[in-house]
């Protein structure tokens, strides 16, 4: 199920993936905006980046080939990945999949 994300007009649709509150305890509060509307809000731990891209799959599942990017602020990717090659390349292949039109049907 591609989730239940607002409408947002346009056709190159960009979101933010930042922060939402102050880290606790390993976890860190997010919020994925489209400019001023909110998309999504979570909760994700220290190094899990996994979660991001279940959000990337999600934004390009519900918003089709308009879903280009998923932009983490500088802290929300350090945050994610800390200092894993692996974790920022997983990133930047999520990324690079939106922008090069990643869609995922629904009726899986």
Known sequence: MC???PEVQGDDLVFTWDADGP???GKQPF???HGETVISRGV???GVVKRYIDIAGLLACRYGRRARD???TDAMLAFLVGNSAE????VDAARDRLRAG???SESK
């Open 87 to 90: 974790d920022a390349a997983a």
């Open 44 to 46: 994700v731990l220290r």
């Open 70 to 72: 998923l932009a983490p």
């Open 31 to 33: 919020v994925v905006r």
């Open 23 to 25: 880290e606790e305890d």
């Open 3 to 5: 989730g239940r994300f």
């Open 102 to 104: 990643w869609t995922i």
